[in-house]
């Protein structure tokens, strides 16, 4: 194994691997820090999938090390710390938190800071988190429920998570190439800064980047990060040409679509699935509280829907969001939902079901969790950042797209079945 990475939420996890994996390496994701012993086969690359990124941020850091030890005693050279394209973090972390905490750990003077993913509209530019043509301040990001993103500035964002001075590696120096960031690292190490955000518009930056990183020990940042990380192993000759993904065979069975998040993008997706004719039922935290909405419920849905993907979704608006966390409070209005979308996936596959598309990180991990998925191979790519999975280490494999709430175009719960064989 030569690379390792640990994602601060599960479809995070699945897109870094998904990356890696299509820029060449045998990539492996696993749910959780490995057990000493755990079989990883002819990984080159492994990502572990923590549930990291709203949680305290003392409770972040001790399971980020744990992953860290893991992946350095199973032979990584070199960690990527994964988190969210948009940079989701409170005023307090988690992103600056667990850096500060793998720097130390690794003992290297200097790592970078760059969610950038242009093939989903996420650039820097002048330390300046873009979604789209919007400032990261002025896109929905700014309204969610868990890590309302209020600030577009990266540089200021990130100084506020951590003790250690936050520099900028601005365009004009990545559009000189490997060399040119390479020698702002120089600089930055001879001047003070420990943790530099890079700009990066286009892919061609981020395998610059990547280029420039080769001899780092941590990297920090979105997946697209992780485009010009395989190529240095390929020089080296310690990695082979690029095959990508390989064909992911789905165990027959019926399909379902559970969708958690409330992003503008699943809310899109979700009506686009409706008024293509597919069943649908939503939920309302309101409704699981007061016992009107119950696993039973979903699964008669569900059931009476017929073979086809039926959807069962809480997306809602930001208003209606709000709404139910003042009445429920924040941390009980999303576990109410993951809690039922939990326990319907656990029922489900004891009913045959074997198809699962999760919408949402929070989701995703509460799903994969109560399925009881240890590991997860990479197939095909529906749409940049999600692939179908297939679990592994399991005796009843399941197929799982885990998509996260911001990813993923409009017909995506549409079309996304036709790549399962």
């Known amino acids: 194994m030569l690379l390792g990475a640990i994602a601060d939420d599960l479809t995070g996890a699945t897109d870094l691997a998904l990356m890696l994996a299509r820029e060449g390496m045998k990539t492996v994701q696993v749910v959780g820090t490995p057990p000493p012993g755990f079989d990883l086969g002819d990984a080159e690359a492994v990502v572990v999938a923590l549930k990291s990124r709203t949680i305290p941020a003392a409770e972040a ?128 190490v001879a001047e003070g800064p420990r943790l530099m955000i890079v700009d990066a518009i286009e892919d061609d930056d981020l395998r610059a980047i990547g280029a420039a990183a080769a001899e780092m020990a941590l990297v920090t940042g979105g997946s697209g990060i992780a485009i010009g990380l395989p190529e240095n192993f390929r020089r080296a000759g310690l990695i082979e040409g690029r095959t990508g993904p390989a064909k992911l065979e789905a165990p027959a069975g019926r399909p379902v679509i559970l969708a958690g998040s409330c992003s503008a993008a699943t809310r899109r997706q979700v009506a686009a699935a409706i008024a293509a004719g597919l069943p649908a039922l939503k939920i309302e935290p309101l409704a699981i509280a007061e016992g009107r909405e119950t696993a039973e419920t979903v699964l008669a849905f569900i059931a009476a829907a017929g073979d086809g993907p039926a959807l069962a979704y809480a997306s809602d608006t930001p208003e209606a969001v709000a709404k139910a966390q003042a009445a429920l409070g924040v941390e009980r209005a999303g576990a109410l939902v993951e809690h039922l979308f939990a326990e319907v996936a656990t029922r489900l596959r004891e009913k045959g079901y074997t198809r699962f598309l999760v919408a949402g990180g929070e989701t995703s991990g509460a799903v994969v969790q109560a399925l009881g998925v240890p590991a997860l191979a990479i197939g095909p790519e529906i749409d940049p950042g999600v692939p179908w999975t297939l679990s592994l280490g399991d005796d009843r494999p399941v197929a799982l797209a885990l998509k996260s709430g911001n990813f993923g175009t409009d017909d995506f719960f549409l079309k996304a079945w036709g790549l399962l064989v």
């Open 61 to 188: 850091v001790a399971l980020s090390l744990e992953a860290a030890r893991a992946l350095r005693e199973a032979g990584a050279r070199q960690l990527i710390f994964k988190y969210c394209s948009t940079f989701d973090s409170t005023e307090k972390g988690n992103i600056g938190p667990v850096a500060e905490a793998l720097m130390d750990f690794l003992g290297v003077p200097l790592s970078i800071a760059c969610p950038a993913f242009p093939a989903n509209k996420r650039t820097v530019y002048r330390g300046h988190l873009f979604v789209g043509d919007q400032l990261l301040s002025d896109s929905p990001m700014k309204d969610h429920p868990l890590t309302p993103m209020r600030d577009a500035n990266l540089v200021r964002v990130l100084q506020a998570q951590t003790r250690l001075p936050v520099g900028l590696v601005p365009r004009e120096v990545v559009a000189k190439g490997a060399e040119g960031i390479r020698a702002a690292f120089a600089a930055a």
